[in-house]
């Protein structure tokens, strides 16, 4: 069996050295480098080969890749790498990686070719001067040779131990059996549509009730299935930390069947930097300094540990003074599986996207809780700029950039010159505005180049905003609006002021081509109503296969009691107050107990808990509150216990109203004080004039189908095992209406 390598990972693997670096240095764009690259090989003669494909073995590693030319005449092969800045403040590791590749592509070249001598040229190329600077070695068939088997023998070692844990890991998952040996109700029949799914190459929509253990349901079937299917990597995506715990929890139950399979938790940088304090180069920070020299033995010590949750990973990090959050990264590619946030796969520069396609891997996707992905993905494919920040900058702008952003601000301004209204969305892009921004940027990279150290944090705060609203403006299309809301005037010069907002309504098309990219994904939820709703807005393919799976919960074990003589509706809050209070203590002195309340604000809910602590203040309740941190959040879970009495106030849509588990007396009812509806506002609005244009639905896309969501979420926390008994009061007269009820599970039975 032969193990395949890019050239490009085979050179990061055994040639990179030296500190990790992450001092801000400019570079091109992906598509000023892809636009580099066409520039110099248009240079070159008509007999020069471009992207030229090689492949040679040694023992049992394949080494394959694409030489970027070839001129038969000079008998050169030319490596381009595009830059900006001082070419001479190149760091000499990332040379000695350049001339690694460069010299490896030389001896593919040499074997399929049967030369006996070659060029290799590494072209540097100048995206801002449009200059070439060549670095030519002349080297014998015989060098590159040897070289090429020296970096073979230093990567063969770890290519052999990767096809053995191949074969190990494939074999035991062959064997792989049920942790609890019987399926829930509904868990098999999700299996089964996943483990389908993932045999046959096609995307599934899963919608399934809470409680039926969806994440062992899913990962187990998908895990079946790597064998058979030959796929690499699993990524297991979710929007939230207990979606991830939960993922960790059921692979720990797999792995303790022993099964060799490498278990990799990805998280935030914030989160896993041990020295905050201190900036990411060698000359800061002790993690960073000679990593890439500490890195092969940090790998090696890490792959026998093979679940890396955070604190096992961090401690094998520290073991070997690296850093943590770049030890992650790095095992990224040796891990079978990868729990993580959705960025990691969906976001315009997501890491493990980025490893699948250069690696060509096969990949199954998990997307958890499927319906936050369309939120996310919206935030993930919208930027914002305010006037304010740049305005800001003159104080301390370096004279070379002061005309550039000068320019910005007389263009922004003539957009918002003539605007009457504070919100009002542009019938297309602002190409002048635009062009200005990229030449800012342009002139800010050149300026940031030349002067690496000491870089004014609102400036590069600034430019990198700046970056990627014209990443953005390169893509935009009917699935986006570019908007201007005008900020009050200042007290002084009484100049307006504003902030554009690039912002996606539609992530479908950005999405799409992550999932056609997948072996097979899953999206996966308890609310994926209407299927075609979530279809057409995280753009899953039209030959997806979708299964409502049965709830194993009966009607019997939740009481649904609709209080229609109340409206919540912002004009009739205040008239609802006493309706609401009313109607908790009632059930509450009817039923003792815990229960979670949840409102459309946290101003509606501090309005309810205000009445309550006067006319009942027997009546135990706790609030979340504005800006929770973690430990305020458990602590808030923590008063729902098997002894304890009292009302838990939340907002709907936030860190209460989903991915929460209390099951039989820890929670035996939720009132929900609100259709969930997104609040009508010119934002919205536009964004339902823009569903309606693109799917003939705009209010159900942008208001009733996300507010039912919520409210289905939020009831859910209620009936979390088939023992569980409770009660959902939905408070508002609108849940009586037929259009309404009709969103909600089958399984409630009629309402009272």
Not at 137 to 154: K, N, P, S, V
Not at 414 to 435: E, F, K, M, S, T
Not at 566 to 595: E, F, K, M, W
Not at 602 to 625: G, I
């Amino acid at each position: 069996m032969s193990y395949r390598v890019a050239v490009r990972a085979l050179c990061e693997f055994t040639a990179k050295q030296g500190d990790l670096d992450l001092r801000f240095t400019p570079s091109p764009t992906a598509l000023e480098g892809m636009a580099g690259h066409a520039t110099v090989t248009s240079r070159r003669g008509d007999g020069y080969e471009r992207e030229v494909t090689l492949e040679a073995s040694y023992h049992n590693l394949t080494v394959r890749g694409r030489a970027d030319g070839y001129d038969s005449t000079k008998n050169r092969l030319e490596e381009i790498k595009t830059y900006r800045g001082d070419l001479a403040r190149q760091p000499a590791n990332h040379r000695y990686l350049h001339w690694a590749q460069a010299k490896v592509y030389g001896w593919l070249l040499c074997e399929a070719r049967t030369l006996e001598s070659l060029e290799i040229a590494l072209v540097y190329f100048d995206v801002v001067s449009q200059k070439e600077t060549l670095l030519v070695e002349t080297c014998t068939a015989e060098h590159l040779r040897a070289f090429f088997e020296t970096q073979c023998q230093y990567f063969i070692a770890w290519a052999d131990q990767e096809l053995a844990h191949r074969a190990e890991r494939d074999q035991a998952l062959r064997s792989l059996t049920f942790p609890y040996g019987e399926f829930r109700s509904g868990q098999r029949q999700l299996a089964e549509a996943v483990y389908k799914a993932a045999c046959t190459g096609t995307h599934l929509m899963a919608q399934a009730p809470t409680g039926i253990g969806k994440t062992l349901a899913t990962l187990f079937p998908q895990l079946k299935a790597m064998p058979g299917q030959q796929l690499d990597k699993l990524y297991f995506l979710t929007a939230k930390t207990s979606g991830r715990q939960l993922a960790l929890n059921a692979l720990d139950s797999l792995a303790g069947q022993q099964k060799p399979l490498r278990v990799l938790e990805l998280i935030a940088r914030d989160k896993a930097c041990e020295h905050p304090d201190k900036a990411c180069h060698g000359e800061s920070c002790p993690l960073a300094r000679g990593f890439y020299d500490r890195l092969p033995a940090a790998r090696d010590g890490a792959i026998t540990r093979p679940f890396l949750d955070q604190a096992t990973l961090r401690e094998v990090a520290l073991a070997h003074q690296v850093c943590p959050y770049y030890l992650s990264q790095e095992m990224a590619r040796w891990a079978d599986v990868v729990v993580g946030d959705y960025n990691y796969y969906f976001d315009l520069s997501a890491l493990l996207y980025s490893l699948a396609l250069l690696n060509q891997w096969r990949i199954g996707v998990l997307v958890d809780e499927a319906h936050n992905l369309l939120e996310r993905g919206r935030s993930m494919y919208s930027a914002e700029l305010n006037l304010l920040a740049f305005k800001g900058l003159r104080k301390t702008l370096p004279a070379v950039l002061k005309k550039p952003i000068e320019r910005v601000l007389r263009c922004w301004g003539d957009v918002h010159r003539l605007q009457a209204d504070a919100y009002q969305v542009l019938p297309g892009l602002p190409q002048v505005l635009i062009n200005a921004l990229q030449q800012a940027v342009s002139a800010i990279t050149d300026y940031l180049g030349e002067n690496p150290a000491g870089v004014d944090s609102a400036l590069q705060s600034a430019y990198f905003d700046a970056m990627q609203f014209c990443k953005l403006a390169e893509l935009f299309g009917d699935h986006s609006l570019i908007d201007c809301t005008l900020l009050p005037a200042h007290s002084r010069s009484n100049a307006k002021a504003s902030v554009l907002c690039l912002r996606n309504v539609i992530p479908a098309p950005f999405l799409a081509s992550r999932i056609r990219e997948t072996r097979s994904c899953v999206l996966f939820s308890a609310t994926l109503t209407p299927q075609r709703f979530y279809a057409d807005t995280l753009g899953v393919p039209a030959n997806r296969v979708w299964v409502d799976v049965e709830s194993p919960f009966r009607a019997e074990q939740l009481q649904i009691r609709l209080a229609q003589h109340i409206s919540t509706r912002y004009q009739h809050r205040s008239a609802s107050l006493q309706a609401v209070v009313d109607l908790l203590a009632q059930q509450y002195q009817t039923r003792p107990g815990n229960y979670l309340a949840f409102f459309s604000s946290f101003d509606y809910l501090q309005q309810v808990t205000s009445l309550l602590r006067v006319q009942h203040p027997e009546l135990p309740y706790w609030e979340q509150t504005r800006s929770m941190d973690e430990g305020a959040r458990n602590a808030f879970l923590a008063r729902f216990t098997d002894e304890s009495c009292g009302i838990g106030f939340a907002v709907l849509g936030g860190a209460f109203s989903e991915g929460i588990d209390l099951p039989g007396k820890r929670l035996i009812g939720a009132f929900v004080a609100t259709l969930g509806l997104p609040q009508v506002n010119p934002v919205n609005e536009q964004m339902k004039m823009r569903m309606d244009h693109l799917f003939g639905t705009g209010y159900d896309y942008t208001y009733l189908y996300p507010g039912l969501q919520k409210v289905v979420q939020a009831a859910g926390r209620v009936i979390r095992t088939t023992g569980d008994v409770g009660v959902v009061h939905l408070i508002d007269d609108r849940f009586g209406r037929r259009e309404i009820r009709r969103l909600l599970p089958t399984w409630w039975g009629s309402p009272s």
